[in-house]
Each structure stands twice: as structure tokens, then as C-alpha cells.
């Protein structure tokens, strides 16, 4: 098992217990890592803080991934506190709900815009907050979460494809520029599991039931098993990979017919 004994972290992208994140945040402080847990606005407040009262002293603070002064807040706060950081966990995603639903060709400048600024623009900001913090403690590690829809079209996937492409970008071009100080960036691109996210992609069911029928390991994954590749990722075990976007979808994108 990964040892994050002394490490801290952050986490963004906890709804409650079926959240990605949320399992992942689980694995690293079973490892023994301390975090800082953030929620994005007062009605997710309760669960997250509900979720994180059983973990050993976590931060918790609130975090739009569209505000920079929330942004500048968290580092800041992190600073005082944990006096550095040794990875992020990335895992906030939004599109309009309208935007899942109506043919791709109506996609909006205005949904376009916010799904591309929460779901790719806020690791760049996010990294950029998180540089310093790592720097001193000489590297660190930043995991994102993607989903195939980058590269091939899946119904209603839709403009979050567009914006999981920019973000698998946005991993290449970040972990370039931050690689000289020690700092990786990859990102893992699960299969489809229902969350609260997933909820808002119809017709999400048979997704789940291709993957039982057609991937290679004839089923499809869950939280634990994104956490425990994620694990890999942000501990000693992936301190040679950077700028990878690691397939933990049961091998479905291998497959053609
Ligand atoms: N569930 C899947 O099938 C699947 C598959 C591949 C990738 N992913 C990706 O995994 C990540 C986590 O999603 P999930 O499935 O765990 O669902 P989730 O709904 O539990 O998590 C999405 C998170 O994004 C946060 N978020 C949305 N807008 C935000 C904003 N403006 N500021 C801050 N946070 C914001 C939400 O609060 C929520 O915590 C997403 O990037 C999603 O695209 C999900």
C-alpha cells in the first residue's frame, strides 16, 4: 500500500460518498496523508463536512472553482496551515444540464464558456495556486479526472467531451511546465460510474450496460478502484510518470466492435 505518512493534500470535487474524490480522499488518509477537503458552495457544505468528520484533522473549506479569490483563499489557508503541499486531487466537472440534453450543434457560447472555465480551465488555476506550496516541499503531484468522451463521441456526453479534451490538454501542456520543479501532472479517465455528475447525462444506464457487455473485463468499475490507481499516481510509485492520462475503464477504449 501507498505510504503518504506525512503528506498533505487537497481535494476538490467532494458532492458526498458516491463522489470520486470522495473515495480517493479516503485512500490517501488511510495511507495517512492530511487533507483539505473543499465543497463547492453552502449546500454541499453539511455533507462534506459530515463525510470528513471522520478523518484525522481536515481542513475544510468552501471552493467555486469559477472565483479566484475562493482559489487564492484555499492556498493561502493551506500555507498557514499545512505550511506546503505534496499533491491535489482534481475532480470538479459541470456542464448545463441543457447543454447534455439539446443536439450538440445548439451548444450555447454561454455553456460552452462556464463548462470549459469549471471543468478545464480550474486545473490551471488550481496548479498555479498549488506550485509554490509544492516547490517547498520539493515536488508534488496533481490527479485530474477524465472520461473517453475526449476522443470518441458518446450521446450527450457533449460539450463536457469538449471540455475533457481541453483538460487532457491542459494535463500535457501543465505537466511540461511544471516537470523542471518536480511537479507531475496525469489525470485517469474512468469508467462510467453513477455519481451525482453521471446523473446528469441521459441515457447514463446503458452506457453502464455497454461496458458490462463489451469491455474487456466484461463489467465496470468503482470509486475504489479510480482511488486506487489514483494512489499510484500521487505516491512514490508514479514519481516517473507525468503528462499521462491513465485508462482505469475496465479496457473499454481498447475496444473497436
Ligand atoms: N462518474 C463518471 O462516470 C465519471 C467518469 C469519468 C470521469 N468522471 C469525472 O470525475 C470527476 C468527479 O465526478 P463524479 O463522477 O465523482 O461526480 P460528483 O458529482 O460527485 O463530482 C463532481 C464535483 O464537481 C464539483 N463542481 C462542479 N462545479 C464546481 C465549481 N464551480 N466549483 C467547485 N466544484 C465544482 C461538484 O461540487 C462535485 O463535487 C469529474 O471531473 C467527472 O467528469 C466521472
Given at each position: 500500500m501507498?505510504?503518504?505518512?506525512?503528506?498533505?493534500?487537497?481535494?476538490?470535487?467532494?458532492?458526498?460518498?458516491?463522489?470520486?474524490?470522495?473515495?480517493?480522499?479516503?485512500?490517501?488518509?488511510?495511507?495517512?496523508?492530511?487533507?483539505?477537503?473543499?465543497?463547492?458552495?453552502?449546500?454541499?457544505?453539511?455533507?462534506?463536512?459530515?463525510?470528513?468528520?471522520?478523518?484525522?484533522?481536515?481542513?475544510?473549506?468552501?471552493?467555486?472553482?469559477?472565483?479566484?479569490?475562493?482559489?487564492?483563499s484555499?492556498?493561502?489557508?493551506?500555507?498557514?496551515?499545512?505550511?506546503?503541499?505534496?499533491?491535489?486531487?482534481?475532480?470538479?466537472?459541470?456542464?448545463?444540464?441543457?447543454?447534455?440534453?439539446?443536439?450538440?450543434?445548439?451548444?450555447s457560447?454561454?455553456?460552452?464558456?462556464?463548462?470549459l472555465?469549471?471543468?478545464?480551465?480550474?486545473?490551471?488555476?488550481?496548479?498555479?495556486?498549488?506550485?509554490?506550496?509544492?516547490?517547498?516541499?520539493?515536488?508534488?503531484?496533481?490527479?485530474?479526472?477524465?472520461?473517453?468522451?475526449?476522443?470518441?463521441?458518446?450521446?450527450?456526453?457533449?460539450?463536457?467531451?469538449?471540455?475533457?479534451?481541453?483538460?487532457?490538454?491542459?494535463?500535457r501542456?501543465?505537466?511540461?511546465?511544471?516537470?523542471?520543479k518536480?511537479?507531475?501532472?496525469?489525470?485517469?479517465?474512468?469508467?462510467?460510474?453513477?455519481?451525482?455528475?453521471?446523473?446528469?447525462i441521459?441515457?447514463?444506464?446503458s452506457?453502464?450496460?455497454?461496458?458490462?457487455?463489451r469491455?474487456?473485463?466484461?463489467?465496470?468499475?468503482?470509486t475504489?478502484?479510480v482511488?486506487?490507481?489514483?494512489?499510484?499516481?500521487?505516491?512514490?510509485?508514479?514519481?516517473?510518470?507525468?503528462a499521462?492520462?491513465?485508462m482505469?475503464?475496465?479496457?473499454?477504449?481498447?475496444?473497436?466492435?
Amino acid at each position: 500500500m501507498t505510504d503518504m505518512q506525512g503528506k498533505t493534500g487537497l481535494i476538490v470535487g467532494v458532492a458526498n460518498k458516491r463522489s470520486i474524490a470522495w473515495a480517493i480522499a479516503q485512500a490517501a488518509a488511510a495511507a495517512g496523508a492530511r487533507l483539505a477537503i473543499t465543497y463547492q458552495g453552502e449546500r454541499l457544505e453539511e455533507n462534506v463536512r459530515e463525510l470528513a468528520a471522520g478523518l484525522a484533522d481536515p481542513l475544510i473549506m468552501p471552493l467555486d472553482v469559477t472565483s479566484d479569490a475562493q482559489i487564492a483563499s484555499v492556498f493561502e489557508e493551506i500555507d498557514r496551515t499545512f505550511g506546503g503541499l505534496d499533491f491535489v486531487v482534481h475532480g470538479a466537472a459541470f456542464a448545463p444540464r441543457e447543454e447534455l440534453a439539446a443536439p450538440f450543434v445548439q451548444t450555447s457560447r454561454d455553456g460552452f464558456r462556464m463548462s470549459l472555465d469549471i471543468s478545464a480551465y480550474s486545473l490551471i488555476a488550481l496548479a498555479r495556486g498549488a506550485m509554490p506550496l509544492m516547490e517547498r516541499r520539493g515536488g508534488g503531484s496533481i490527479v485530474t479526472l477524465t472520461y473517453l468522451g475526449s476522443e470518441r463521441v458518446f450521446q450527450n456526453y457533449n460539450v463536457m467531451g469538449v471540455a475533457k479534451a481541453a483538460l487532457e490538454a491542459t494535463v500535457r501542456y501543465l505537466a511540461a511546465d511544471l516537470g523542471a520543479k518536480n511537479i507531475r501532472v496525469n489525470a485517469i479517465s474512468a469508467g462510467p460510474i453513477k455519481t451525482l455528475a453521471a446523473s446528469g447525462i441521459g441515457g447514463f444506464s446503458s452506457i453502464l450496460q455497454v461496458y458490462r457487455d463489451r469491455a474487456p473485463l466484461r463489467r465496470t468499475v468503482d470509486t475504489s478502484e479510480v482511488a486506487d490507481a489514483a494512489m499510484f499516481l500521487l505516491g512514490p510509485g508514479g514519481r516517473a510518470v507525468t503528462a499521462e492520462v491513465l485508462m482505469v475503464d475496465g479496457g473499454y477504449h481498447a475496444t473497436g466492435m
